[in-house]
């Protein structure tokens, strides 16, 4: 009799006490499993079974969700974005109260966001990487209100620049990030219209106030229901987030 842990286990034949590993095979599968026993009929301490490198099981433990991941691959962006927003409100407190606009950066935001929404359209629309035919002709489009809006201020006398560092430079960015990670650019491609719909449109509606005496810009205008748009979008991307490998989600460049 063989005690092997807190089991002992009769043999058809006799070992030795050795602390040489043992190699059985399990009947089934065939594969070998290798343990130190003690071979002692008279002890009443059982031995430790020890798994030897090149045999046995590894204990495989299941992974910790990150928040929000039970309810989606958008869910669990917002907790991302709630922390990182967090942060970025308590270093601009200081300066919004003092903030006033300007005509100047009113028009360099448009162009900026003009070019950004053009790089967004053409990348879904061209691409060749099916994920991407899910987030064509959406209803959230705004590269042609923007156009429509920046021709009004053209009428209007005003000169309209061309597209900043910034604007280029982050257009620039979507491309290449579309190529090498399509679960990252669609991260960006969520978060942009997101933060337009939620946010980006009341402070616009501010603006306009002030420096257009109220004037509703295309920019802020959609035909129907532009947060259950949103949800379309939210949808398509949890689905596409349940068939994807879970690295693939989680390195995911940040905004």
């Known amino acids: 009799m063989v005690h092997c842990g807190s089991f002992p286990i009769h043999l058809p ?17 065939k594969k070998p499993y290798y343990f130190v026993c003690s071979s002692s009929s008279t002890t009443t301490t059982p031995s430790t079974i020890s798994p030897v490198s090149g045999g046995g099981r590894k204990r495989v433990r299941n992974r910790k969700l990150n928040p929000g991941e039970k309810e989606g691959i958008v869910e669990e962006m917002r907790f991302v974005s709630m922390r ?21 950066g009113f028009l360099n935001y448009l162009v900026d966001s003009k070019l950004v929404f053009e790089t967004l359209e053409r990348i879904v629309e061209d691409s060749t990487d099916v994920t991407y035919v899910y987030f064509r002709r959406t209803g959230l489009e705004r590269s042609a209100s923007l156009s429509k809006d920046l021709e009004w201020f053209k009428q209007q006398g005003f000169v309209v620049p061309q597209p900043s560092s910034p604007g280029t430079g982050y257009a620039s960015y979507l491309v290449d990030l579309a190529e090498k990670s399509a679960p990252s650019f669609l991260c960006h491609f969520y978060n942009i219209y997101f933060a337009h719909l939620n946010g980006g449109c009341e402070i616009g509606r501010q603006v306009c106030e002030k420096l257009l005496l109220g004037r509703k810009l295309e920019f802020y205008k959609w035909e129907g229901d532009a947060q259950k748009l949103l949800k379309n979008v939210r949808e398509n991307l949890n689905k596409l987030g349940e068939g994807r490998v879970r690295t693939q989600w989680s390195e995911v460049d940040p905004m």
């Not at 990182?84 to 003092?98: I, P």
């Open 13 to 29: 034949f006799k070992i030795q006490q050795s602390a040489k590993p043992y190699r059985f095979c399990s009947l089934s599968s």
């Open 84 to 104: 990182l927003r967090t942060s970025d409100a308590n270093e601009a407190s200081a300066t919004t109260a003092t903030w006033q606009p300007s005509m100047e």
